[in-house]
């Protein structure tokens, strides 16, 4: 495998699954902080009429402490030195800035924090790459105002994002707006920060909030350009190439529809600066009417990102009429069960190859340069006796997708960087577990919210540091 010199090997993460600290340093409730842990959240998250309080009697609410990321920054980041990381991506939490996300002044001590975090980093050699919104709409933003649906979110971003810039502009070059955003309509609570009215109204709503964060993305992109010059913003897609089932004529075309309103509707907009024309037809046949305000399609075409990163878990298999016994179990964003791939514990299909379409697909529609922002295997870990923990699923899984991305390389697909999900143990954003593991460092945290949040290293942890220094030739 040949890697292009100076690619940025790195790990992934998000504040509100990290950080803790929930109510230290000014910082304001955001989403997360509301959403319980265990298998209840992905109800949670799929149905319609949340009403965003807590209720301690019942739940748990993990990421309230999430791995303490917020105290011990300076040992987690030192052993992603260890593994030789180029890059960290880790977000802001908007509400330690704006705790309630309307002020008109930011919150000076959650800018302090970052300060010291992005030096942290520096002081090792490791570049931060920054998502600006990973999930965490503060919840007077929610509460108040309706998230995104609402169009007053664009300039209170505008204000969060000129803030960062203007602060972070000798300390941070790569930025992303907002994560996963095509995962907006599959879960909106997540992206845009609201929960459905009732079932019939969430695309409505979800589309008419994923306006105003393709503009909010567009301005973003211009600020960063000016105030940051040289600086890189791309935007954050989850990529599932889409598979028809077999080669019947009728599941293909259906594939090919659903599967590029999913992965191109979005990128189309960022990257192209224009809403692309098979969404036409998508809104004439559900009822979809976008408002819009005069200017807006000018924002967004003179905001277009200079990358495009992605995560990828797992590709999907769609055919035209199925039934629900059909339907994979791990498949968050749709499609019936592949007959050729396994899947993770969690029922996450396994799937290395798709990747490389990923990149190919990708590379073929913008030609911009792709990042792996996210990709890694939620799995359950066993200590032994003498402390060690021997993750080879979890070592074969990343193995198999690095070979993916190097013969997309081959390809020829202008590939600039790799950071794999949760590089260190965190709290799971779908299910709020913490035995959903991911890292390459375990966080001794359970989910009945025992345990000493000790640091240790994984047999993955020496593995990746291999891979990263032979530049991904020791595989
Ligand atoms: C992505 C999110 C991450 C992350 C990852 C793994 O959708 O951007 O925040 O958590 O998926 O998912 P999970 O934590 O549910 O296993």
């Known amino acids: 495998m ?4 100076n690619f940025l090997w790195g790990g992934a993460t998000a504040a509100n699954q990290l950080e803790g600290g929930y109510n230290e340093g000014g910082r304001g409730p955001n989403l997360a902080d509301v ?13 319609s009429g949340f009403d965003f309080e807590m209720d301690t009697e019942k739940y748990t609410y993990p990421n309230h402490e999430a791995i303490d990321f917020y105290h011990r920054y300076k040992e987690d980041i030192a052993l992603f030195a260890e593994m030789g990381f180029k890059v960290f991506r880790m977000s802001i939490a908007w509400s330690r800035i704006f705790p309630k996300g309307d002020e008109l002044e930011p919150n000076e ?6 300060d010291r975090v992005f030096d942290e980093l520096h002081k090792h050699g490791i570049e931060p790459l920054v998502t600006i919104a990973h999930y965490e709409t503060p919840l007077h933003l929610i509460k108040e105002y309706g998230g995104w649906k609402n169009r007053k979110l664009v300039d209170f971003f505008e204000r969060y994002v000129t803030v960062l810039f203007n602060r972070y502009k000798d300390k941070v070059k790569y930025w992303l707006t907002f994560n996963e955003i095509n995962g907006a309509t599959h879960f909106p609570l997540f992206g845009l920060g609201f929960s459905a009215t009732s079932d019939e109204t969430r695309l409505q709503e979800s589309f008419q909030g994923l306006h105003h964060q393709f503009v909010a993305s567009a301005i973003a992109v211009k600020l960063a350009h000016q105030i ?17 089932y077999d080669a019947n004529p009728e599941n293909v075309m259906y594939a090919l529809a659903d599967g590029r309103m999913f992965n191109f509707y979005c990128g189309d907009v960022h990257v192209r600066g224009e809403y692309p024309t098979f969404a036409n037809r998508f809104f004439k046949e559900n009822d979809i009417v976008i408002e819009m305000q005069e200017g807006d399609l000018e924002t967004i075409k003179e905001g277009t990102v200079d990358f495009i990163s992605f995560s990828y ?3 999907r298999t769609e055919k035209k009429n199925k039934t629900p016994e059909e339907i994979g179990e791990g498949n968050l964003i749709g499609g019936v069960k592949n007959p050729f791939l396994k899947a993770s514990d969690w029922g996450w299909e396994i799937d290395p190859t798709g990747l490389r379409v990923a990149l190919n697909e990708l590379y073929d529609r913008y030609q911009k340069p792709l990042m792996v922002v996210e990709n890694g295997l939620g799995a359950y870990d066993k200590v032994e ?9 979890r070592i074969e899984y990343l193995r198999d997708h690095i070979k993916a991305m190097g013969e997309a390389i081959e390809d020829g697909v202008d590939l600039i960087g790799y950071t794999s999900w949760g590089c260190i143990d965190l709290v799971s954003a779908s299910s709020g577990e913490y035995s959903k593991r991911y890292g390459f460092i375990y966080v001794d945290k359970h989910d009945d919210g025992s345990g000493t949040l000790e640091r240790s290293r994984k047999k993955s942890f020496y593995w990746y540091k291999d891979v990263i220094s032979s530049n991904g030739e020791n595989l």
Do not use: H, W
């Open 2 to 5: 040949k890697f292009p010199e």
């Open 35 to 47: 959403l319980p842990g265990g298998k209840v959240r992905m109800k949670l998250l799929s149905q």
């Open 109 to 114: 001590e959650g800018l302090a924090f970052y």
């Open 228 to 244: 940051i010059p040289g600086s890189q913003i791309g935007c954050m897609l989850i990529y599932a190439p889409t598979y028809s």
């Open 313 to 315: 878990y797992m590709s």
């Open 385 to 393: 006796e003498d402390g060690s923990i021997n993750d080879d699923y």
